[in-house]
Every structure is written in structure tokens, then in C-alpha cells.
């Protein structure tokens, strides 16, 4: 391909990113770096370096609760979603369906309305239809938040799959129901895989609708705050870098999955 | 013989759009029939109706005697090899090709013995756990259609299978598919555009134009027999000579054609003196020589272009009559160039009378 950007020095588009890439990093590097601290407040320098908050924060039973609770919610999220976010993919690619752009514009509307304003607007609604604030609560409101982008997805990888191998497979003597599960499903695996690591990580991190929605149990965002609320402490750093390990995990293999199965 | 396949006036529109009109067409066992014509004259929606992708508007389609056309694709045991193959692209050579037979409900070690026994037929016995985008187009296609035959169907549909492929392998694969037609025995319904491909494997060929069959017969026939223009242009190439009838006698119709009266073949047709027909004449048909030859008649003729194509060497030659012909000739048997004058002429069975 050619490269449009030739006549740019290319020191200084590299000099630019790196100074990006810095500040990028550097805030993160810098949570980590203090959670090792042994001290109970943040400040340079260091001084001496410790594993204590790690030990403390892994024999904290809020922090292990929250993180249950937190994972709990984001797994029936994950569920939830994904199930209706194919339905509608589905339904929008279906070729006789009347009003196919609104159920489309309807089903991407959550992914651009505020946190906030959806958030408010999901505690009236609850309250005007009885549904107490807690588990089930946030659960539809993180499903809500995560619908468009498994429909997104999907769609995507569903326009790319030619028409001919639901056709094969009923040809070969499928049902539309046994070629939906052998056919269209492993199709569609690599969409379902990075929309459902994509609802884990939204769920695990909303803060503004749990914050609406929840009950007395926090989440680990909730939890977080709370903590933050009393002063930071290398305590926070620890669990933040705990989340930040594990959510970039998830978020690396994913991206591994998917370029993996894509070739 | 009861025909396997029997579509009986089939409809099919699409709106105000004719695509299948009042089909009529009985397809004997164990041959190799080709559906032939232009893009949008019904050959893939006639299959697509067999296969039970489209429903006829009306009219009924027979599957060995049995109405099919109210059954879904999974209940008809005719299966179909598509243009794009359409592998399964998460499942190995040896699961594609298992599919049907585990849906059949078949056990897993003579689903293994069948599998091995297709695959050894197209000589990919080593290629069982590849997946299908490691394979090359043409083992793609080898792969379809022994999945295709893989549930034994009565009836093979193909459409258009060999389109994607390059010159060299669509030829090889023509053969081996007409071979691998006759080692198995079963019906193959083929579909394309291309008239090469449908004379080289076909036991019938059927050209359809518009939704409706133009001509149906062998190979040999179609070619040397056409019926109507269409035929006559679209399998092969032709002169038409537009003229009048003087005379019939014996089969052979004495024509009058701008002022020369030539001889042509009646070909099935009536023809009425006074009345106007078309002269079907194939280039290769034609003769050129130097000299007029005493024993045939012939016209003289002024050489026009000559265009040097290997095999053969294509001529075109202007008339005293003033009317221009094609004629294909041996490159070695004439020497004469542009601006020489030559004599031609033709066989009279070889020219044929269109029907109009």
C-alpha cells in the first residue's frame, strides 16, 4: 500500500507517538508502582517495596465478595446479551423483515445515549414498574448497555457469510434449527467470542448505572469507590492493578482468539 | 423408462418477472444433462426449484414419480454442488464430506469407511484433516461434490461448478467429472453458460432461453442440427442466410439467397416455396478453393481478412452477391491471402432451415 505520509519527517511522527504512548502508560505504571509501596499513603519516592497490600487485598472478603458479585453480574450479562443481540443480528440480516432499520437503530440506541441519562432514566423505569433496585436491576441495565455491540459485531460477520452454506447444510439433510446450530453458530463463534469478552469487560467496569441501580451489595467499582471516598491508599493501587492485570488478560487472549481464527 | 426428474408445466416468477416458462422436461436415469443458456434464462432458478431452495408458482415437479415440490431441501434426495462450493469453513475435508451422513444418522465407522472411500475417488485421501481453505480450487470443487454425493442422492445437481476455476483445470475437471458420472451412475443435472463445457460432458443438453426450452437433445445433434437462431448462435457459431424457398424435394430444399440458389437440409421443418427462411451454415462447413471445382457448386467469393488462430484459420470472405460468410479452414490447405479470390460452398445436408 502506499504510504500517504511519506513527506512527513518520520522522526517526528514517531517523536509524537512515543510521547502518546508515555502518557498512555505512564498513570498506569505509576498505580501499579505505589501499590508496592510500604507505606499507607502515596508520595515519592518508594522507599521500601512490598507484597503486604497484595496479601491484605486478596484476604479482604469485601474485595473478594465484590469481585464475586462483579463477575457474577457480568457472566448473566454476558448471557443475556449475547442472546438477544443474535436474535436481533439476525433479524436485521433476514432479507423480508419490514422495518429493519428501526429495529436496527433501535437495538445500537443504548450504545450512544449517555451512561448517565440511561442510567436515570432505567430508575424510573424500575420504579414505575415495581422492579426493586439490586442484582436484577443492573443486570438489565448492563444488557441494555451491551446489546449494540454484540449486534455489531455479529451483523458484521453474519453479511460476510455467504448465503450458499445454510444451503448446503439444509441441502445435505439439516432442519433450520440443526443448520442454525452446525452451520451458522461455529460461523458466527468468533463475533460471539469478542462480543461476550466485550459484555464481560463493560459489566465489570459500569460504575454509573450500578451506581443508580444497585442495592446495598457493591460491585468492584462500587467497592473501589467507596475505599476512594476514605483517601487513597496503596490498598487501592493493589486492587486497581489486580482488575487492570486480569481485565487486560481477557482483553489480549480475545484479540488473540480472534485474529487466530480470522486467518 | 420412468424419467428420475420430470418437471411438468413449471411456472416460476419472481413478480412481473417470468424467470421459469411453463416448463416442460423429463430427465432419464443415469444421464449427464446439461441446462444451458445465457445469464437470467431460468437454468439456475429450474435447479434451485429441484433442490428446493425456490417453490414453483405452479405447475408440480416429480422426483422418481413422487411430487417433491411442497418438501423442503432436507427431505429431497437430490443434492447439489454450488458455485461457491459453500465448504463448511470450520470443518475439516473428512467432516464436510461426513455432514450428510451423520445427519443420515449413519455410525461413525461406516460414515469413516464412505468418507475414505469419496476421498480416494478424487485421489485425496491424505487431505481428510486439511481444512478447506488450505485446499487449492480445484481440490475445493473435488471436495464439494464428493460431499454432494456423499448422502448417495439420486439426482447430482451442479451449478455452474467449474466457473471459478482456470481454463487448464476447468477441462481437467470436465472430464473428471463425466468420468466420475459414469463410474457412480447417477443422474448429474448440470448448469452453465458455457457452451464448451456443456458439449464436452453432456449426454443431453437442454438450451433454455427465457424461461422456456429452446432445444433439447445430444451433444452432436444440437450442433449439427440446430433448430432455431438461437441454437445456432449460442452452441458454436454460424452464417445465417436470410433467403426464399424455390423448390423441396428429398429433404433437400432449393432456396433462393441473393440471387444464387443454394441447397440447405430441411431439418424437421415444412418449408413452403415462396416462403422466406433461415439458412443455418457452421464457418467450418464452409469450403475455400482456389480453383472452381467441377463436381460441387460453388460461388466466387473475394477473401476479406484471415486471421491466423492455431488450429484453425478463420476467413472471411465478401461475395459476388455482395453478402459476407465465416468460413473456418485447415491453416495449411490455402494459401490465398486478404484481396484473393477464392470459390466456396457447402455441403447441402450441411446448411439447415430454421424454424421460425
New interface residues.
Given amino acids: 500500500m502506499r504510504n500517504y505520509f511519506n513527506d512527513l519527517p518520520k522522526s517526528a511522527l514517531g517523536a509524537s507517538y512515543w510521547i502518546f504512548a508515555v502518557y498512555l502508560v505512564l498513570p498506569l505504571a505509576l498505580m501499579t508502582a505505589m501499590s508496592f509501596k510500604d507505606a499507607n499513603f502515596i508520595a515519592f519516592p518508594i522507599g521500601n517495596w512490598t507484597l503486604s497490600w497484595y496479601s491484605k487485598v486478596v484476604q479482604d472478603k469485601q474485595f473478594l465478595e465484590a469481585s464475586l458479585y462483579s463477575i457474577g453480574i457480568a457472566l448473566a450479562t454476558t448471557v443475556s446479551a449475547t442472546i438477544i443481540g443474535v436474535w436481533i443480528a439476525l433479524l436485521v440480516s433476514a432479507e423480508n423483515i419490514w422495518g429493519k432499520a428501526v429495529i436496527f437503530a433501535l437495538a445500537c440506541l443504548p450504545a450512544v445515549v449517555p451512561g448517565l441519562i440511561n442510567a436515570i432514566s432505567m430508575r424510573i423505569f424500575i420504579r414505575a414498574v415495581d422492579i426493586p433496585t439490586g442484582t436484577f436491576a443492573i443486570i438489565l441495565a448492563h444488557t441494555v448497555h451491551a446489546v449494540p455491540f454484540v449486534v455489531i459485531m455479529v451483523l458484521t460477520r453474519l453479511r460476510s457469510m ?1 448465503a ?2 445454510v ?9 433450520p434449527f ?1 443448520a442454525f446450530l ?2 451458522t453458530i ?2 458466527l ?1 468468533p463475533a460471539l467470542f469478542g462480543g461476550m469478552i466485550f459484555c464481560v469487560l463493560t459489566s465489570i467496569d459500569d460504575f454509573v448505572r450500578t451506581f443508580f441501580l444497585g442495592g446495598y451489595q457493591p460491585t468492584l467499582p462500587m467497592l473501589i469507590f467507596a475505599k476512594v471516598q476514605g483517601g487513597m491508599s496503596p490498598e487501592i493501587n493493589a486492587m486497581a492493578t489486580i482488575v487492570l492485570v486480569v481485565t487486560t488478560a481477557i482483553g489480549l487472549y480475545a484479540e488473540h482468539f480472534t485474529r487466530r481464527s480470522r486467518s | 423408462m420412468q424419467p428420475v426428474v420430470h418437471f411438468k408445466n413449471v411456472n416460476k416468477s419472481y413478480g412481473a418477472l417470468t424467470a421459469v416458462d411453463d416448463l416442460d422436461l423429463s430427465i432419464a436415469p443415469g444421464q449427464f444433462v446439461t441446462l444451458l443458456g445465457p445469464s437470467g434464462c431460468g437454468k439456475s432458478t429450474t435447479l434451485r426449484m429441484l433442490g428446493g431452495f425456490d417453490s414453483p408458482t405452479s405447475g408440480e415437479i416429480y422426483l422418481e414419480g413422487k411430487p417433491i415440490s411442497h418438501l423442503p431441501p432436507n427431505k429431497r434426495n437430490v443434492n447439489i454442488v454450488f458455485q461457491d462450493y459453500a465448504l463448511f469453513p470450520h470443518l475439516t475435508v473428512g467432516r464436510n464430506i461426513a455432514f450428510g451422513l451423520e445427519l443420515k444418522g449413519m455410525e461413525s465407522a461406516a460414515i469413516h469407511r464412505r468418507v475414505t472411500e469419496l476421498l480416494s475417488l478424487v485421489s485425496l485421501e491424505d487431505h481428510a484433516e486439511r481444512m478447506p481453505a488450505q485446499l487449492s480450487g480445484g481440490q475445493r470443487q473435488r471436495v464439494a461434490l464428493m460431499r454432494a454425493l456423499a448422502p448417495d442422492p439420486n439426482v447430482l445437481l451442479l451449478d455452474e461448478p467449474l466457473s471459478a476455476l482456470d481454463a487448464k483445470l476447468r477441462q481437467q475437471m470436465q472430464i473428471e467429472l463425466k468420468s466420475i458420472q459414469k463410474k457412480t451412475g447417477k443422474t448429474f443435472i448440470f448448469v452453465t453458460h458455457d457452451q464448451e463445457e456443456a458439449l464436452t460432458m453432456s449426454d443431453v443438453i437442454v438450451v433454455m432461453n427465457k424461461g422456456r426450452i429452446e432445444q433439447m437433445g445430444g451433444p452432436d445433434e444440437l450442433y449439427a442440427r440446430p433448430r432455431s437462431r438461437f441454437v445456432a448462435n449460442f452452441i458454436g457459431q454460424s452464417n445465417f442466410l436470410e433467403s426464399t424457398v424455390v423448390s423441396v424435394s428429398g429433404g433437400i430444399a432449393a432456396v433462393q439467397w441473393r440471387g444464387n440458389v443454394v441447397n440447405a437440409d430441411v431439418n424437421g421443418t415444412a418449408p413452403i416455396p415462396g416462403h422466406h427462411v433461415t439458412l443455418a451454415l457452421r464457418p467450418e462447413a464452409v469450403f475455400c478453393l482456389s480453383r472452381k471445382p467441377e463436381d460441387r457448386p460453388s460461388l466466387k467469393a473475394r477473401i476479406n481478412q484471415r486471421v491466423f488462430k492455431g488450429a484453425h484459420t478463420s476467413l472471411t470472405v465478401t461475395l459476388d452477391n455482395g453478402s459476407t460468410l465465416l468460413a473456418q479452414i485447415d491453416p495449411v490447405a490455402l494459401s490465398h491471402v486478404e484481396g484473393d479470390d477464392v470459390w466456396v460452398g457447402w455441403r447441402d445436408s450441411d446448411a439447415v432451415l430454421l424454424a421460425q
Avoid at chain 1, 167 to 175: K, T, V
Fill in positions: 455467504p450458499n452454506l444451503d448446503a447444510a439444509r441441502d445435505l439433510g439439516a432442519d440443526i452446525r452451520v461455529p460461523y463463534m
